[in-house]
């Protein structure tokens, strides 16, 4: 899948208005790619543990107030998150050297996180080789129509859109429906490994379920784990909606398309304070991820402060970042995201 990234970078490098291909920054990622055997396990063992405990102390606080539970759910929830970004590095196979051991740790995270590892990693990969390709949307992305697809949309499709596209059901159905029900169901595209995939995350969880309400009883366990997963996902659901749909971005067509460019420019360095940077495990350096998704996440910071390649990328900020939440639409003449009402007086 890399050589293909590679292949494809250097293709469209040749295509780019005929610019000379830049291929120094091949040897600056070069240096973070090999993932060290002792951070990773002792970040997977501390993120295990944390989460465990939380989980645990929201067990405890259950006899005391269900708000203190509530509360603590957002920790636990952030630590999820954490073990999301681990188990999307296992997919990239950017945290252990070996295959089959980030395969079956995948595996064991995708129970976790309510996502079965297999299909989840294949749509991903397929979203690094087409981010920002206006042609190739449609498989790992967040639905985004350029202006004039919309205009010369029926009726119907419109309203599918910008039901889509709003707030409450990107941000509050979306995250109950895909890690609850969405993902317990194989798709007409998965391949023989995707479906088995799924039916392991599914035996996984139902295992976990029966054992923990056996254990503690059924409506101590779904007041723990639904906050939990609920929260987890509004999460990450904003992680990947925000690392893409911001200004300024790029976007483009496959004649123009370049896989340095569309890498640096169209993947936001969302710069979060420093606790919000640990729970979400770097992921903010997107720019240098979609560089190079070989680089573990605990060496993301350290490519972009090390190497004055990226001084020059403008960070989208914690508070300003939520100004995206308003973008819609990409519109190939201005080259920006724009809202429903800009294009509405535009």
Known sequence: MYLCLFIGFIMSSLNFQNETPDTSWVQIVKKYNRPNHVTSWVQLSANLFLYSLAWFLMYLSLSISWWITLGLSILAAGMLVRLFIIYHDLGHGSFFKSRMLSNWMGIFLGILTFTPYYSWSNNHHIHHETVGNLDKRGIGDVWTMTVSEFKESSRWKKIIYRFYRNPVTMFGIGPFYVFLIGNRFTKRHMDQKGRMGVYLTNAGLLLFTVSMS????????????????????????????????????????????????????????????????YFTGNIGFHHIHHLSPLIPNYNLSRCHHENALFNGIKPLRFWPGFKTITFRLWNEKTQEMISFRKLRFS
């Open 214 to 277: 056996m254990l503690i009883g059924v409506k101590a366990f779904i007041l723990i784990q639904f906050p939990i997963i609920y929260i987890a996902g509004i999460l990450g659901f904003w992680l990947f909606y925000v690392q893409h749909q911001f200004n300024p971005s790029l976007w483009s067509r496959s004649d123009t398309w370049n896989y340095q460019k569309v890498a640096l420019e169209g993947s936001s360095y969302y710069k979060l304070p420093r606790i919000l940077q």
